[in-house]
């Protein structure tokens, strides 16, 4: 079984910068892409940024600039710096991770969720 757990979130006044990490752990044999999602109140949950494997970062076009993804994989963990908060930035950040892993001596790819961590900006 593999899990990710996300740690980092909090309260921040706007104008402010925040670090969102996640971790995987469990019988891990390899992550591919790793992500960050949120979703605000009242609103479907949107893509924040990816990561490949290699390292190649995409990040939804009003984010960029401000928002910045990582990953280390000697600690099977992404990031997420967030620099120039907004109040509209208050959600639920999610990570998420294709992560291949051993079940019944076959390999497969499970898509994993964290359990979200609560970002709020405000004054």
């Known amino acids: 079984q593999v899990q990710l757990v996300e740690s980092g979130g909090g309260l921040v006044q706007p104008g402010g910068s925040l670090s969102l990490s996640c971790a995987a752990s469990?019988?891990?044999?390899?992550?591919?892409?790793m992500g960050w999602s949120r979703q605000a109140p009242g609103k479907q949950r949107e893509l924040v940024a990816t990561?490949?494997?290699?390292?190649?970062?995409n990040y939804a076009d009003s984010l960029k600039g401000r928002f910045t993804i990582s990953r280390d994989d000697a600690k099977n963990t992404v990031y997420l710096q967030m620099n120039s908060l907004k109040p509209e930035d208050t959600a639920v950040y999610f990570c998420?991770?294709?992560?291949?892993?051993?079940?019944?001596?076959?390999?497969?790819?499970?898509?994993?969720w964290g359990q979200g961590t609560l970002v709020t900006v405000s004054s």
């Open positions: 998420n991770a294709q992560i291949l892993t051993i079940m019944d001596h076959v390999p497969r790819y499970l898509e994993v």
């Open positions: 469990g019988n891990i044999f390899s992550i591919d892409r």
């Open positions: 990561v490949s494997r290699g390292g190649r970062a």
